[in-house]
């Protein structure tokens, strides 16, 4: 059989490479890494993770607190993220100390308890504006156990950023918010 001079090849290197450039997809978008959940550092698998976990109720599900769908946003948080405007606590329906608002147009009760996109946008922003500021306990021991940032967005669902810190320091505050403290075990070590 006779050899083919590397000569000849060249034209056929250039020429597949040409069409691969011409027809191939970009390798812009593609990486090696995982993929990222919206706060850093935090892999897309782990984010679901907390998502699942976070996720207690069905979507119209509204508490007897005024807490509103899957996720039990209570007006003071929903405020916090844009959904909301003038959060105060009132007294709804015989409970004392509930916190409620006016919803910004176009919603409504209806309309955001019908849409779980608005809920997860308003969980992920909720905890996204929440991690930076209480990043700073994250590694904390309480109980024995040491704080990861799931574990203290998990508390501070419940009691608001301000929270996190007397929860974390006090173990009288601890005791007090068990549904807290509970929402910690739940969630912590997740990321």
């Not at 996109?117 to 021991?141: L, N």
């Not at 173990?171 to 068990?178: A, D, G």
């Amino acid at each position: 059989m006779k050899e083919l001079n590397p000569i000849y090849l060249l034209p056929v290197g250039v020429f597949s490479f040409l069409m691969g450039a011409a027809l191939g997809r970009s390798r812009k978008e593609l990486s090696m890494l995982a993929p990222k959940g919206p706060l850093p550092g935090v892999p897309i698998t782990h984010w679901e993770r907390f998502i699942t976990v976070m996720a207690i109720a069905p979507k119209r599900h509204v508490t007897s607190r005024r807490r509103f769908g899957t996720f039990g946003l209570d007006a003071r948080r929903l405020a916090d993220v844009g959904f909301m405007d003038s959060p105060r606590k009132a007294t709804v329906d015989g409970e004392m100390g509930v916190w409620t608002g006016e919803w910004k147009q176009p919603l409504s009760t209806d309309k955001f308890l019908g849409s779980m996109p608005a809920q997860y946008m308003a969980f992920k922003r909720s905890m996204t504006r929440m991690a930076p500021k209480i990043a700073g306990f994250v590694g904390a021991i309480v109980d024995g156990q040491k704080c990861s940032l799931s574990g203290l967005l998990g508390v501070g669902h419940l009691a608001g950023e301000a929270g996190v810190e007397s929860w974390v320091k006090n173990p009288e505050v601890r005791n007090r918010f068990k549904a807290t403290t509970t929402n910690f075990a739940r969630t912590n070590g997740i990321f």
